[in-house]
């Protein structure tokens, strides 16, 4: 059932200042979103602020030009705003230090998200587990709104169902999605352009640290379990940054015969942080929750606050117990 967009109508058309945040290590889909949704409350004549409680990945800052989304700082005065709107998350371990402001804001919040892991964050929520992006939500917002994307918001969505999809190979590609792309070139997308910024304008640091990963590849349970790693002391040693790490869980899934795919990583302030992929068996949503954290049933994650030898362990026993007792 298509989700009721006219309790955010309503809020856009009331309230004049708007705050738009989106998850910690923020991917293409919550930065696409989010500089959609402001581009388009701008062009009501409202006040939008973007801040993160993370650093926007290097390959997305083409997206923001004019430096538009800050960086989340706690004494920053957020409370100045009317309306928090919250993408591509629902989760408050996602939110980072922007938590601790949510819990406090008094005012109305919105979550625009399509994921199943949900949290309650005292917020309207408009989720739809269907969509394969949060961009797609962006997109029925704004037809709800009865104004149609600018250039600029329809490359921000563009890259977020683009990137949410694999550039449209992953199950959640639907014909719909196709529809929904042509749209946004219609609109003033460039799928060349933009397909050339994400995945042709790698830094040599993230190139090295791509063959550490692919180096660490190793198979267990008769070859149809993969996992890799980076370790934290990696960064100085490529000159790579934690945010290049982003897409390369999709490399142990290129391995022939490999049903889920991991990849840990070190956290430069303690913690790993572990990437879950799967074929079609094992549902690796469910398998991020028991950890803390969700995503979808093909691709999801979690944070382990321990040692990267005693998560490998934990994950790798958890997913070996599901690959050999499917439901």
Aim: hydrophobic content about 40%; glycine content about 8%.
């Amino acid at each position: 059932m298509p989700l009721d967009w006219s309790p955010f109508v309503e809020l856009a058309r009331r309230h004049q200042r708007f705050l738009l945040t989106t998850h910690i290590r923020p991917d293409g889909d919550g930065l696409g979103s989010m500089l959609a949704l402001a581009d388009t409350l701008q062009a009501l004549g409202k006040e939008a602020r973007l801040t993160i409680a993370s650093v926007i990945p290097p390959r997305y800052r083409f997206l923001d030009p004019d430096g538009r989304i800050e960086r989340f700082a706690p004494d920053a005065d957020h409370r100045r705003v009317d309306v928090v709107v919250i993408l591509d998350t629902g989760t408050w371990n996602q939110l980072g230090d922007c938590g601790g402001f949510l819990r406090q804001f008094t005012g109305p919040k919105v979550v625009v998200d399509h994921h199943p892991t949900q949290d309650d964050l005292g917020a309207l929520r408009l989720v739809d587990t269907r969509a394969e992006a949060t961009g797609r939500l962006v997109f029925e917002a704004i037809t709800a709104l009865d104004l149609v994307p600018s250039p600029a918001a329809a490359r921000a969505l563009f890259v977020a169902v683009a990137m949410d999809t694999g550039w449209f190979r992953h199950s959640n590609t639907t014909p719909a999605t196709f529809a929904l792309a042509a749209e946004l070139v219609r609109h003033g997308a460039n799928p060349t352009r933009l397909y050339e910024a994400l995945f042709e304008q790698n830094s040599l640091p993230r190139m090295r640290l791509t063959g550490l990963v692919l180096e660490r590849l190793q198979l267990v349970e008769s070859g149809r379990v993969d996992y890799t790693e980076v370790r934290r002391d990696d960064y100085a040693a490529t000159g790579a940054l934690p945010q290049d790490t982003e897409d390369l869980i999709n490399y142990t899934l290129s391995v022939a015969g490999v049903e889920v795919g991991l990849f840990f990583m070190e956290q430069p302030n303690g913690g790993v942080k572990v990437s879950f992929r799967s074929r079609e068996r094992v549902d690796v949503g469910k398998l991020a929750e028991r950890f803390g954290g969700g995503g979808h049933r093909l691709a999801s994650g979690a944070v382990l606050q321990t040692s990267l030898e005693e998560a490998r362990g934990r994950v790798l026993r958890a997913v070996a117990v599901s690959l050999n007792n499917p439901p």
